[in-house]
């Protein structure tokens, strides 16, 4: 311990937390189940359900209705919102798990002259804190004894290493932070790692004071809608004016058709004032029934329930959902900001290659000289070591690369006495040792290839020949290397003794060795794959510009061919909003990029009527994260970072990424096929009430069955598109836009032609007089038909799975779908003949066998009329 620095007192703790607060910074409160719940009320569709209770509850206090009806709507919304809540703050205690599962951070801090190691929350400001090799930084300060090295990628995003030393005396923490103060001399910020060195630090300020702190404040902004939010909101406005309009029309034409019947308008003013009313009151009931008609009370609960069910999915597959509607928007991504580091890298600097003196790939499988030369080399000249358990420790992030190439077993096999050594430094750029072998003193050197080449003559061969450099050839690899992202260092050895500073004129080039944070192989074809899916991915990073064109070159981001832009941090703020949108589709690259050029680039996307998606780990990410349509935040980044997303990456790999793009993708689709059940059947009810009575068929469906196929059976039905199976085919669609309508043409086809089919077989049933002979008694006969509107709708059902003729393809996919698609029929059947209280409110009556067959028969027919559209209408 530094015997000059005695840190503070008890009384000046106390004093300093009064005045500059603690280092506790706020985080967002979950919600709770009831909010939750309550929230579930914005729901377009909700709304317009509470409407209809509202009406339906003042038909009944009229008489006009009865009490089961209001209420199983009732029922249906407070279902939606439990569903919903649930999901919610099962997603919220999922979070709060990993959280808790993480270990609290602690530093080391001189008290009262004397070292104490204290929680997070309990630094305060004049705090001096001791930072070591793998320390975090816990708070904004200024280093004012040692030196030390620091990853600042939570910050930029990059894992560069940037030395600091210790602060001149009157030294103040820069206010204004800009890019450049992440990698100055003197300041460290809250969320660094230190990487080497040891070193004290004077906190200078903490919590929301900190930079961490005002980020997360930044945080508070409302989110935008989903797209998924925008598309119910339009369907919502959609359908209540069709269902508010047509139940006014066929209202007044009710009207029209009883004073038609009653000979004219002053005949039916003649009748008695209980004719009249009764008159309206039939009109406004039957206006009342399109609506429940119109509206699809199921889809609040479908959506609830496949986002439910796919939060677990998703959790296996390493993505953990902090809010369920970022699923469906993963799959309605126009546009993705990845981060490099960790993301599509792999977050750490590894050996990529191994040549020789004369620019020669070296095969890493095979023995011979040049990787003999170097595993003793990296075992003896390296400031870092294995320890006891065979992890890295100790040195900079290149000697703890080295380290791990050769591995412990091979670190252990070479190790020699070393009689003297130098370590490297950034005046010199290299390190020497020199050791004796076979009765020979050996010098050897790691260094900058420039350093090394400007001294040697000669390279040793991989069967030990030694040769003459070619430099020009050499000096042209290693420029290759270079523009490919890597940094090489040189490794060579003299026989003469150890000199200071000096590299002998006698070296001799034993292996070059090119280290990269090298990009993940299963990055490259998850990008593949997320851009074939017509999404644009943009990678944008603090490294500089031709580093990070290398590697989005390597990943197959960027290609020049295609007149991609990769642009800086300052190229970018010296162009319009509207410049960047003339040149953002062909945008690739983003390089010294700061927070505030996510954020903007989020806005400008938005404002194009884009959907969104930014990638991030660091605190610097979260404000972007925040402002996107869905925010990956990485499972090892802040949790300022994870409060900010949708959803957490667990394993920090692009390829979950994708996998989150396809089951939105999968989700949207299933949500799509229940839309296009549901929707068919609600056609065939309105158009089925609005014209029967006109053709003297009287009241064929009553409210309790259209909220039974609406409502109750749907609850199940969702199950069953719930697990249909995430199809590649999904990944090879074009995005959807924001506001475009759910219901596509072709979707639109299909429910107007199966649900005017299905019309059409209603008024068949009833005018096709053989129907009756299979069912002895009216109420018998309603009740059949009924059952055969249910089972259309089920029949319908493999209909909606799929745009084959095969309505069983991938059936085997999703063993839950035939489960319960039985168990509706069989509820179906038991409904309508167990009689009692229950028939009497669904208005149900048992039939005989022949009922059941023609029934089946009729619903059947959903099937090759379905079929037939098919091969007319799908491509």
């Known amino acids: 311990m530094n015997n000059s620095l005695k840190g503070l007192s008890d009384n000046e703790v106390i004093e300093s937390r009064q005045r500059y607060g603690t280092n506790f910074i706020k985080e967002a409160e979950p919600l709770s189940f009831w909010q939750h719940f309550l929230e579930g009320f914005q729901d377009p569709m909700i709304k317009i359900l509470c409407v209809i209770s509202v009406i339906m509850l003042i038909m009944y206090y009229l008489g006009y209705s009865d009490w089961y009806e209001p209420v199983g709507t009732i029922i249906a919304v407070i279902l939606v919102n439990f569903v919903t809540a649930k999901t919610g703050t099962d997603n919220d205690k999922a979070y709060k798990n990993l959280k808790d599962s993480q270990k609290k951070d602690t530093a080391k801090i001189i008290r009262n002259g004397k070292l104490n190691e204290i929680v997070v929350n309990d630094i305060v400001v004049g705090d001096i804190i001791l930072l070591q090799n793998g320390d975090k930084i816990l708070a904004d300060g200024i280093l004012v004894d040692g030196k030390i090295s620091v990853d600042n990628s939570s910050l930029n995003g990059e894992a560069e290493e940037c030395k600091k030393t210790a602060a001149p005396e009157g030294y103040e923490l820069i206010k204004e932070i800009t890019g450049d103060t992440f990698v100055d001399k003197h300041s460290l910020f809250r969320n660094s790692v230190v990487i080497n060195g040891e070193g004290y630090m004077e906190v200078r300020a903490v919590g929301e004071k900190t930079m961490a702190g005002k980020m997360a404040e ?45 000979g004219g308008i002053s005949a039916y003013l003649n009748n008695d004032l209980g004719t009249i009313l009764v008159g309206i009151v039939n009109a406004i009931a039957i206006a009342i029934t399109i609506i429940v008609c119109a509206v699809p009370e199921g889809l609040p609960l479908v959506i609830a329930l ?72 990296i075992a003896n000249n390296s400031a870092s070591e294995f320890d006891a358990n065979g992890n890295v420790i100790g040195g900079n992030m290149t000697d703890k690369a080295l380290l791990n190439f050769i591995n412990n077993n091979e670190y252990q096999k070479n190790k020699l006495n070393v009689i003297n050594k130098q370590e490297f430094n950034s005046t010199n750029k290299f390190s020497q040792i020199s050791y004796m072998e076979n009765g020979q003193l050996i010098t050897e050197y790691k260094g900058a290839p420039e350093v090394l080449l400007a001294h040697a003559k000669k390279y040793m061969t991989n069967d030990g020949k030694i040769l003459p450099l070619n430099l020009d050839k050499l000096n042209a690899k290693i420029d290759d290397l270079a523009n490919n992202a890597m940094r090489v260092l040189c490794f060579g050895y003299s026989k003469q003794p150890l000199k200071e500073n000096i590299i002998n004129d006698d070296t001799i080039i034993t292996s070059l060795v090119a280290i990269r944070d090298d990009v993940r192989p299963e990055a490259k074809e998850a990008i593949k794959e997320v851009q074939n899916a017509g999404i644009q991915v943009v990678m944008i990073t603090g490294d500089r510009k031709e ?11 960027y290609c020049e061919q295609n007149s991609d832009i990769a642009l800086t941090s300052k190229e970018l703020n010296n162009m319009s909003d509207n ?83 396809w089951y939105g993708r999968t989700l949207y689709n299933n949500i799509l096929k229940f839309c296009k059940m549901q929707l068919t059947i609600n ?10 009575p006109f053709i003297g068929i009287e009241a064929p469906l009553k409210v309790t069955h259209l909220l039974w196929i609406n409502l109750c059976m749907d609850a199940l039905a969702s199950l069953m598109f719930a697990g249909e199976p995430a199809l590649r085919k999904y990944m090879k669609a074009k995005p959807r836009k924001r506001d475009e309508n759910i219901i596509s043409k072709e979707m639109a086809t299909q429910i107007g032609v199966m649900g005017v089919w299905l019309t059409l077989i209603s008024i068949l049933w009833f005018k096709l007089p053989f129907v009756a002979t299979f069912f002895n008694t009216e109420n018998e006969f309603y009740t059949g038909f009924f059952c055969m509107f249910v089972f259309a709708f089920m029949v319908n059902a493999f209909n909606v799975r799929t745009k084959s003729l095969n309505v069983f393809e991938h059936i085997k996919e999703n063993p839950a779908f035939i489960k319960i698609w039985s168990l509706i029929m069989i509820i179906q059947i038991v409904l309508v003949s167990i009689g009692g209280i229950v028939g009497e409110i669904f208005s149900c009556t048992s039939f005989n066998l022949s009922g059941w067959i023609i029934v089946t028969l009729f619903a059947l027919t959903m099937y090759p009329v379905d079929m037939i559209r098919k091969l007319l209408f799908n491509k």
């Open 218 to 262: 930044d945080m508070k902004e409302k989110e935008p809608d989903s797209p998924l939010q925008v598309k119910l909101s339009k369907l919502a406005h959609q359908i209540s004016n069709f269902g508010y309009v047509g139940s006014i029309v066929i209202a007044l034409a009710y009207l029209a058709h009883y004073i038609v019947l009653a």
């Open 306 to 377: 496949v986002l439910m069910q796919n939060t677990g999915k998703l959790y296996k597959a390493n993505v953990l959902v902090r809010k369920a509607i970022g699923i469906e928007t993963a799959g309605s991504l126009n546009i993705l900001f990845s981060d490099k580091t960790g993301t599509i890298t792999k977050g750490k600097l590894e050996v990529v290659k191994v040549l020789d003196g004369n620019g020669n790939n070296i095969e890493l499988n095979k023995t011979g000289y040049v990787l003999k030369n170097l595993y003793k080399s």
């Open 547 to 557: 580093t990070a064109v290398a590697i989005a070159k390597d990943a197959g981001l």
């Open 579 to 661: 410049e960047i949108k003339q040149i953002l589709p062909k945008l690739k690259v983003i390089a010294r990029a700061l927070p505030t050029d996510k954020s903007r680039m989020v806005k400008i996307c938005q404002s194009v009527n884009l959907v969104v998606g930014m990638t991030g780990d660091g605190t610097n990410d979260a404000p972007a994260l925040k402002a996107a349509d869905v925010g990956f935040a990485m499972g090892s980044g802040t949790d300022v970072a994870k409060e900010a997303s949708k959803l957490v990456i667990l394993d920090d790999n692009f390829n979950s990424i994708k996998n989150a793009i």
């Open 683 to 692: 056609v065939a009810a309105v158009i089925v009430s609005a014209i029967c």
